[in-house]
Structure formats: structure tokens, C-alpha cells
């Protein structure tokens, strides 16, 4: 029948690896080299992160918001080491145009346990005129967030994640009680643990000092990447009916990995396209909080089909497998 398993007879069952003519991949047998390369990666981006140096932005830290139009064209990489320079203390700028319009905005935050001063506001205007004459810069907006409110934000932000992360495994948990639920919510937390600080660490590299838009980057990962882990942890609780008394449990794993493999890294394309689309727009139309966003979700996206593939289920299965266990047993 076309639904069978093409076999050799004993444990040689997946010898030839097809399944309907389908080739199996053995990801499990590979696991070990799946966790060098993901152990690698976040190595390298630890180095390049604490290299580019770890900065909280106002709305955690607390400090001054400083809006100014002006037109023409800047680089905002540029305009943002001239003002850190001029201040003498990390400055965080974005800048943003509405269509349709010659006149563009640029913020300017810096971090801090108290306002600018007059002096230090005239500075910076005078500094911003100086660099680009002609640009007429003019100060729209000036705010001061208080360091207590950005203490509490990052509460608030780091709470959101820790009770996300509960309610994942609490809902992997419930899922698939009955091929040990815990277990398998516990190793898809490990996954998204790698492809969260993978976006951290890249908005870090991008020299974007952390903010909500952080927040709501890893919330967005944690979603994208649960779901593909969901969809190959569904597939083995249903493989696991079909074979359970016939084949390894190690088998059944990578029989269902290389069949979830297809809508896996198909949905991952349309979503990778659709935020390359918005991150194009962010450039031309020069929109630094889409690009802010953007860039580590893309990240995000690769390492989130990757853990699903390659972490979260080969843990799991060496966890369900420890000791000589079967892996059928809860």
C-alpha cells in the first residue's frame, strides 16, 4: 500500500530510509552536529554583541526624548555617533518621513537619570545645525521619562515574557499529556530560549540600544517558533499510533521531522518574503522603527525552522530515550 513503510526486515526497518518513496533524513542521528552549529552561532553573537556593548534605551532606563523636523537627507548611523560624540554618552537616534512630505523627523533619546539641561538641549540643536547646514533642524518635542517608570516598564516587559513562556509550556503540556507532555513543553522552551537570544542578539550587532520594540520581537518569535515545533510534535503523537508496535520510537522521530519538513520551511518562506517586503519599505521610505523590528524577526524566522527541525524534538527524543528507555513511556 502506498501509506506503508518501504522496509527491511528486523531493526533495518529504516535502512533505506523512504517512506512512499519519500526519503527519510536522519535528524537524529545528526543531532550532535545540529547542537555544535546552534552552540556556535550563539557563541559568535555573544562575542559581537558584548563587542558592540549592551544598552538600554529610555524606556527602560529613564532619560530625554528629542523631537526635531528638519529636511533634506541624513544618515542616521552617522548623525548617531556625531551626537554621542557631542554629548559624551550613548545616544540613540530614528528617524522617520510621512509620505507625501518634504519634512522628516528625527528622535533623539538619551539615556539617563536626569533631563537635559537648557545648555546640553542648545548644544545638541547647535551640534545637529553645525554637521548639516541647511537641513534647519528645530526642536517640535522635548519629554523626560523618569527613572522609576523605566525601571517599571522593563518589569512589566520581562514579566510578559516569563508568563508567556509558562503559558507555552502549559498549553504544550496539556497538548500532548499523553506522550509526556512536560517533557516536550520543557525542550520547546530550550528551543525558543536559542531563537529568542538569537533576535536579542542581533538587535544588539544592529547597535540598537534595548527597547519594547525588543519586547515585541521576542513575543512574535516565541509564537512563530512554538507553532512549527507544535506541528512536528503533533505528527510524532500520531506516527507514534501507527507504529508504536512495530518500529523505534528514534525512527518514528525522524520519520515525522522528514514529513513535517516541507509545510515547515514553506510557511517559514512566505513569512521570511513578507518581512523582507516590509523591511525594503523601511529602507526606501527610510522608517528606522520598522527596520528595528524587521531585521531581528528575520533572524527570529531562521532559527525558529531551524530549532523546530533540529532542537526542540532530537532533546526531546534523547530525554524520552535516557537510561535504555524505549521512548513510548510517559
Not at 557563541?43 to 559581537?48: E, M, Y
Not at 523605566?150 to 497538548?175: F, K, P, Q, T
Request: negative net charge; proline residues 2%.
Amino acid at each position: 500500500m502506498s501509506n506503508q513503510l518501504n522496509s527491511k526486515k528486523g531493526d533495518k526497518f529504516f535502512a533505506s530510509r523512504e517512506f512512499a518513496g519519500r526519503k527519510i533524513y536522519p535528524f537524529i542521528e545528526k543531532r550532535r552536529i545540529y547542537f555544535t552549529v546552534a552552540i556556535s552561532i550563539l557563541i559568535i553573537g555573544f562575542v559581537l554583541a558584548f563587542w558592540r556593548g549592551f544598552h538600554l534605551d529610555i524606556e527602560f532606563k529613564g532619560g530625554s526624548l528629542v523631537d526635531y523636523t528638519y529636511s533634506g537627507e541624513i544618515d542616521v548611523d552617522q548623525i548617531t555617533a556625531e551626537l554621542s560624540d557631542a554629548m559624551e554618552e550613548p545616544v540613540n537616534c530614528q528617524i522617520s518621513r510621512a509620505i507625501g512630505s518634504d519634512e522628516s523627523n528625527l528622535k533623539v533619546s538619551v539615556a539617563g537619570n536626569e533631563a537635559l539641561s537648557p545648555e546640553q538641549l542648545t548644544n545638541l540643536t547647535d551640534s545637529l545645525n553645525k554637521n548639516y547646514p541647511g537641513h534647519n533642524f528645530e526642536i517640535s518635542e522635548a519629554n523626560l521619562v523618569s527613572p522609576s517608570i523605566g525601571r517599571e516598564m522593563l518589569r512589566n516587559g520581562l514579566l510578559a515574557l516569563v508568563i508567556a513562556s509558562a503559558l507555552i509550556i502549559a498549553y504544550v503540556w496539556l497538548s500532548f499529556r499523553t506522550m509526556s507532555g512536560p517533557s516536550a513543553g520543557v525542550m520547546a522552551l530550550v528551543a525558543l530560549f536559542h531563537d529568542t537570544t538569537l533576535a536579542v542578539l542581533a538587535f544588539v550587532i544592529m547597535g540598537s540600544a534595548i527597547n519594547e520594540t525588543l519586547i515585541a520581537v521576542i513575543l512574535t518569535i516565541l509564537g512563530f517558533s512554538i507553532n512549527d515545533t507544535i506541528v512536528i510534535y503533533d505528527r510524532v503523537r500520531e506516527n507514534m499510533k501507527l507504529y508504536k508496535d512495530e518500529h523505534s520510537f528514534l525512527d518514528i522521530i525522524d520519520l515525522s521531522i522528514t514529513q513535517s519538513l516541507g509545510r515547515t520551511i514553506n510557511t517559514s518562506i512566505c513569512i521570511f518574503v513578507a518581512v523582507v517586503t516590509a523591511y525594503i519599505f523601511a529602507l526606501l521610505y527610510n522608517l528606522e522603527s520598522i527596520k528595528e523590528f524587521a531585521l531581528p524577526i528575520l533572524v527570529g524566522v531562521i532559527s525558529g525552522t531551524f530549532s523546530s527541525i533540529t532542537i526542540a524534538t532530537p532533546l526531546w527524543a534523547m530525554w524520552k530515550t535516557r537510561q535504555g528507555r524505549s521512548g513510548f513511556e510517559d
